[in-house]
């Protein structure tokens, strides 16, 4: 017998807690470890080369990030701002 959505979601709020919470984070900690492993590769690789070649690829990813964040910074303004905007405006549109 399958479970419904809701019944699922109750299992998250009324079962284990530490099973809920697990429900929850493996998704985050998994993508969050994939996220990592670049620069542990990088580190572990460039830090035989020496310190010059460690800063190098350093350098780069604040720059990158920087540039991510200035890039992203629209579209949290459209999709964080469209909650507000849409229930001001209401069912009507207008």
């Known amino acids: 017998m399958q479970r419904t959505a809701i019944e699922a979601d109750r299992g998250i709020l009324y079962g284990s807690l530490r099973r ?10 998994l993508s969050q470890a994939l996220m990592m492993f670049p620069g542990l590769y990088d580190a572990v690789w460039l830090g035989r ?22 890039l992203m910074a629209p579209n ?19």
Do not use: D, K
């Not at 809920?20 to 493996?26: E, F, N």
């Open 20 to 29: 809920g919470i697990w429900r929850l984070a493996w998704p985050v900690l």
């Open 76 to 94: 949290f303004g459209r999709w964080g701002g469209g909650g507000p905007l849409c229930r001001r405006t209401g069912p009507g549109g207008s």
């Open 49 to 70: 080369l020496g310190p010059e070649a460690q800063a190098a690829p350093g350098l780069a990813m604040s720059a990158r990030f920087t540039m991510i964040s200035v």
